[in-house]
């Protein structure tokens, strides 16, 4: 099982802002920065993975994090901000987005709380935004389109069992939230099959590796026109099974029994879990999609402009398996594909009776 809490982050405007249309990659910026700020040893180093103090600092396990061979891994946080739509506000207006922390990330969330408070020391100009084309259509240079302002946490609310209950007032003691519980089920009717509609909130980003004409690899964007299921299923798999195994605690794979999960955590073989969700993968059908290209560009400290683009629309998907449909349940929880922290991949769906 995965254990999360589910947040919602309510700022203040405390002079008028102006934000890009994609709001995860600034959200993001300023987490890190101000987590940094509050508990970082060694704040001048230039590389985390230099400092001696990486094997016990929070910064680096919630948004560096490495496995035990010293590889990349998913991170413990997923970052939901579709639902603001506006790009600009207001000074004293108010706007909310949510964040999730995953697994072991929740046990340091009165420091990650505190972290929040302090972003109106921070400038939305001096960070990196994930900046979309259609933002510039009437701009000769992407450096003319200015983001500017400074914001304040007002409140965050938890939402749990579909209640929203306060645990942060401005200036106020923190309450601590409870967790929520995602169950990794094993044990299915899979002769029941399901039809459903997934709508992209946010820019689906997925990469597959390739070797190009010199035999070197490297990666290509599944564009709408290469999207299929298996693509998006074995996206969603990669990240249930990477965030499983790094951020959840070793006593709870150990512990769980039947009635919160249907398995024994101990008895887990994952190579085994993969083959049969492969088997259920392969069965899908792709009923129809309606998907387009987003082009975004993030600007990097080098000057250069990084091209993340990715797939926005819809695709109706048959023959879902009660297997798959739990993995749905999942990515619509923590999202799929690249950059979750930066609320990519973010999506809905509905079973199509």
Not at 10 to 23: Q, S
Not at 63 to 88: A, F, K, M
Request: aromatic share 14%; net charge positive; glycine share 4%.
């Amino acid at each position: 099982m995965l254990d999360y809490i589910k947040l919602i982050l309510t700022f203040k405007a405390i002079t008028n802002i102006k934000l890009p249309l994609y709001k995860g990659s600034l959200f993001r910026g300023f987490f890190k920065t101000s987590l940094k700020r509050l508990v970082c040893q060694n704040y001048d180093a230039d590389n985390c993975l230099l400092c001696k103090f990486q094997n016990e600092c929070l910064y680096f396990f919630i948004t560096e994090h490495r496995n035990n061979q010293g590889e990349n891994t998913v991170l413990p946080y997923v970052i939901s901000c579709s639902d603001i739509i506006r790009t600009e506000f207001d000074i004293g207006e108010n706007f909310s987005f949510s964040i999730k922390f995953i697994g072991k990330a929740i046990s340091f969330i009165d420091q990650i709380i505190l972290s929040f408070v302090q972003w109106n020391q921070l400038e939305i100009s001096h960070f990196q935004t994930l900046t979309a084309d259609k933002e510039f259509i009437k701009v000769e240079n992407y450096k003319d389109i200015k983001y500017f302002g400074k914001i304040k946490l007002e409140m965050i609310d938890q939402i749990t069992n579909n209640n929203l209950i306060n645990i942060y007032q401005s200036n106020s003691v923190v309450s601590s939230p409870k967790s929520e519980t995602f169950l990794f089920l094993l044990n299915y009717d899979n002769n029941n099959l399901f039809k459903v509609n997934i709508n992209f909130l946010s820019p689906l980003r997925i990469l597959k590796k390739i070797k190009n004409k010199s035999n070197k690899k490297t990666k290509l964007f599944i564009s709408p026109d290469l999207f299929n299921h298996e693509f998006f299923f074995r996206s969603l798999l990669t990240r249930l099974i990477g965030l499983y195994t790094n951020y959840v605690n070793d006593s709870d794979k150990s512990n769980e029994t039947n009635d919160h999960s249907n398995i024994n955590k101990a008895d887990i073989n994952i190579d085994k879990i993969v083959e049969h969700y492969i088997i259920d993968i392969n069965k899908v059908k792709i009923l129809s999609k309606s998907l387009i290209h987003e082009k975004i560009k993030r600007y990097s400290y080098s000057s250069k402009w990084i091209h993340l683009d990715g797939i926005i629309g819809e695709v109706i998907f048959g023959n879902i398996s009660e297997r798959l449909l739990n993995l749905l349940i999942f990515g619509s929880l923590f999202h799929t594909g690249k950059f979750p922290t930066m609320g990519m991949g973010e999506y809905s769906f509905d079973i199509i009776t």
